[in-house]
């Protein structure tokens, strides 16, 4: 495959599955269902099917396909990861943790084929290279960067002293927690202030922000599941020049100063491999994780302007975009 280079894979044997197999009668197509942990339109759907087209699957040729979207509710997650088993799916795909979670109180005989932040922290696998169980998938280890992450802003702010972080409180994102911790030991490492925010919503918001300037912060790194407030989280960190990191490059492009994350399309994509090979036969708790081996990095060169940031020639040459 074209994008195996892109992921470091650890080898399994892969044996039959026999339920997925007793399901896929004659005549009848492999009916998956896919759980997305966000609000459609999504990229995760186009970059999926791009993933299942390269494999020959064709919606109503050879396989059926049904989306739903959780809006970021994990009430929501369970409420239709249970009507997926109800439905007989063959393969349930979960987009983040709240899918994940859900599908597996919903199911532990039907296959699992997750995208996660921190799969292995969170329990969802016993390992990367047996995961265990009927989950297997790709892990994105947005809880396994922190000390890449302050690496790259002590590049950018050479006197950084104080860095905060942003992330909620809402059961509905249980990943949070792992968020936060490996960002405080990366934190630590480095000699580096820093100052977890916990907060329920967007309400909260400016109060954090006008505490994290009183507390000389220099430096945000705020947890994905804010990313669809970036407008006010952009703005607000413009008005107390604040440098705002985030994990997707769509935030930096919308005025935050740097992002670090994989290369989220191509790990969505990636997710119809695993798809492919179960429906083949192979068993979930033999497939191994996989885990990108590259992060790519994009900087807003006018936000770095605005807060007085001078980036060297070197780090620009290193970076994956820069947007002007």
Same mark, same amino acid.
């Not at 979670?101 to 696998?125: D, E, N, S, Y």
């Not at 480095?190 to 922000?209: K, T």
């Given at each position: 495959?074209?994008?195996?280079?892109?992921?470091?894979?650890?080898?399994?044997?892969?044996?039959?599955?026999?339920?997925?197999?007793r399901a896929q009668q004659p005549g009848k197509? #492999?009916?998956?269902?896919?759980?997305?942990?966000?609000?459609?339109?999504?990229?995760?759907?186009?970059?999926?099917?791009?993933?299942?087209?390269?494999? /020959?699957?064709?919606? /109503?040729?050879?396989?059926?396909?049904?989306?739903?979207?959780?809006?970021?509710?994990?009430?929501r997650a369970e409420e239709f990861a249970e &009507?997926?088993?109800?439905?007989?799916?063959?393969?349930?795909?979960?987009?983040?943790?709240?899918?994940?979670?859900?599908?597996?109180?919903?199911?532990?005989?039907?296959?699992?084929?997750?995208?996660?932040?921190?799969?292995?922290?969170? /329990?969802?696998?016993?390992s990367l290279a047996q995961p265990g169980g009927?989950?297997?998938?790709?892990?994105?280890?947005?809880? &396994?960067?922190?000390?890449?992450?302050?690496?790259?802003?002590?590049?950018?702010? #050479?006197?950084?002293?104080?860095?905060?972080?942003?992330?909620?409180?809402?059961?509905?994102? #249980?990943?949070?927690?792992?968020?936060? $911790?490996?960002?405080?030991?990366?934190?630590?490492?480095?000699?580096?202030?820093? &100052?977890?925010?916990?907060?329920?919503?967007?309400?909260?918001?400016?109060?954090?922000?006008?505490?994290?300037?009183?507390?000389?912060?220099?430096?945000?790194?705020?947890?994905?599941?804010?990313?669809?407030?970036?407008?006010?989280?952009? $703005?607000?960190?413009?008005?107390?020049?604040?440098?705002?990191?985030?994990?997707?490059?769509?935030?930096?492009?919308?005025? /935050?100063?740097?992002?670090?994350?994989?290369?989220?399309? &191509?790990?969505?994509?990636?997710?119809?491999?695993?798809?492919?090979?179960?429906?083949?036969?192979?068993?979930?708790?033999?497939?191994?994780?996989?885990?990108?081996?590259?992060?790519?990095?994009?900087?807003?060169?006018?936000?770095?302007?605005?807060?007085?940031?001078?980036?060297?020639?070197?780090?620009?040459?290193?970076?994956? $975009?820069?947007?002007?």
């Open positions: 495959m074209s994008n195996r280079r892109e992921f470091i894979t650890l080898l399994g044997a892969a044996v039959a599955w026999p339920l997925a197999a197509l #492999p009916h998956i269902g896919v759980l997305v942990s966000a609000s459609p339109p999504h990229p995760f759907a186009d970059a999926f099917w791009r993933g299942l087209h390269a494999l /020959g699957y064709s919606e /109503g040729q050879n396989i059926k396909v049904e989306f739903r979207y959780t809006d970021g509710r994990s009430d &009507e997926l088993v109800r439905l007989g799916v063959n393969v349930i795909v979960a987009h983040y943790a709240i899918a994940t979670t859900a599908a597996m109180a919903a199911t532990r005989t039907i296959p699992i084929v997750m995208v996660h932040g921190a799969p292995l922290q969170m /329990g969802a696998i016993n009927n989950v297997t998938g790709l892990s994105m280890m947005d809880a &396994e960067i922190g000390g890449k992450r302050v690496q790259l802003l002590r590049e950018l702010i #050479p006197n950084l002293t104080q860095i905060a972080v942003i992330a909620t409180t809402a059961t509905t994102s #249980p990943f949070g927690p792992y968020f936060v $911790e490996d960002m405080r030991l990366a934190a630590a490492t480095a000699g580096i202030g820093f &100052e977890p925010i916990l907060i329920g919503g967007p309400s909260e918001f400016r109060s954090a922000f006008a505490a994290m300037a009183k507390a000389g912060t220099q430096a945000v790194v705020v947890q994905v599941f804010f990313d669809p407030h970036r407008a006010m989280l952009v $703005e607000l960190a413009a008005k107390y020049r604040i440098a705002y990191m985030s994990g997707s490059r769509e935030v930096t492009a919308a005025g /935050g100063l740097v992002s670090m994350a994989a290369n989220l399309p &191509e790990l969505y994509e990636r997710a119809a491999f695993y798809v492919d090979k179960i429906l083949k036969g192979a068993k979930p708790a033999d497939l191994p994780v996989e885990q990108p081996i590259k992060f790519e990095v994009a900087i807003n060169m006018k936000t770095a302007k605005a807060l007085g940031l001078t980036i060297s020639p070197l780090l620009l040459a290193q970076v994956d $975009e820069v947007i002007e």
